[in-house]
């Protein structure tokens, strides 16, 4: 019998896994200047749809950066395909090299990436081909999702491990645990000067921000995301992990906080990039994993909170 329970096993895992790799379509689409994946699941009537918001850096539509490529957002698309639920992600602006329809680099402003948030809920709703648009924020995407949620109408928000400060402070506070006082200072003191929009040239040793490039970085860092998420009365799902060394759990609290009615979830074992990690060496190979799985929790929580309202019916 047991041979028999052994292939038997085999047998169901195998059918999850083809579960799991449910037929879908992908295709790339072009929004104005942005490029993005839609995936839609198969024979699924105006599924919801999650738009896939990546966070900092110039990170393409799988949720890869130049020096990190962990794929979260591709990963998570699949996942959610596999759950009836359609996707949209997309490479942010500078992501594969800066295009002249975005303008002059020096001219960026953190409200540009709100823009183009807000064109993409726009074309997902006028395509009609949804039943509900939500938006899925990770790191400081959830910032991006926060303020676009104020700007078009969206069903439900999404906040994956994201910050409740402001891009600077979380800066410094990421900067004042590795680094010793007296190297951290100055770059600290050049931190506060271009959020009150001052120019720092030249800049402390280990700080890279160029003069030109200063105002835009300046409107990233002073954004404030617990103001505007407490104005926010769309059904809201904060996630955290335990092993996140960039988002602390304050954040996650004051997040909640700011947001009483929101949906919670901690997970004490997962890091930054949404996998479950055992210590630091681990967290920082996870970065360069695409093969990697997320954290299967959180992909049921934010399959279950995307899909509410309809096995409500």
């Not at 939500?134 to 926060?146: N, P, T, W, Y």
């Not at 900067?175 to 040239?201: C, F, H, N, R």
């Not at 630091?280 to 994993?289: S, T, V, W």
Request: aromatic share 4%.
């Amino acid at each position: 019998m047991r041979p028999r329970k052994i292939i038997a096993a085999l047998a169901m895992l195998c059918l999850a896994v083809m579960t799991v790799s449910v037929s879908a379509e992908e295709s790339k689409i072009r929004v104005g200047a942005i490029d993005a994946v839609l995936t839609v699941p198969s024979e699924v009537e105006r599924p919801p749809v999650a738009l896939l918001i990546a966070g900092s850096g110039s990170t393409d539509h799988d949720g890869n950066g130049p020096q990190i490529k962990p794929a979260t957002l591709k990963k998570l698309a699949e996942q959610l395909a596999a759950r009836k639920i359609a996707t949209l992600r997309y490479d942010k602006r500078g992501a594969g090299g800066w295009k002249p329809e975005f303008g002059r680099p020096e001219d960026f402003r953190f409200k540009d990436y709100v823009d183009d948030a807000a064109a993409l809920v726009n074309y997902l709703r006028s395509s009609g081909k949804f039943s509900k648009v939500i938006l899925v924020g990770h790191s400081e995407g959830g910032l991006v999702a926060i303020l676009t949620a104020r700007r078009v109408p969206v069903d439900r928000l999404v906040l994956l491990v994201t910050a409740a400060r402001r891009q600077g402070d979380l800066l410094k506070a990421q900067l004042e645990k590795t680094l010793a006082p007296d190297v951290y200072k100055p770059m600290a003191d050049a931190i506060d000067a271009i959020m009150s929009g001052q120019i720092v040239d030249p800049l402390p040793q280990g700080l890279s921000i160029p003069p030109a490039m200063q105002p835009g970085i300046a409107s990233a860092f002073t954004e404030d995301p617990v103001v505007p998420l407490k104005l926010i009365d769309q059904p809201t799902l904060i996630v955290g992990g335990g092993r996140d060394r960039q988002v602390a759990r304050l954040d996650f609290l004051a997040l909640s906080t700011a947001s009483p009615a929101a949906k919670t979830l901690w997970l004490p074992d997962m890091n930054h990039v949404l996998v479950d990690v055992a210590d630091e060496a681990d967290d920082l190979a996870a970065y360069n994993q695409a093969e990697r799985a997320l954290d299967p929790a959180m992909i049921d929580a934010v399959a279950a909170f995307v899909l509410a309202d309809d096995t409500a019916k």
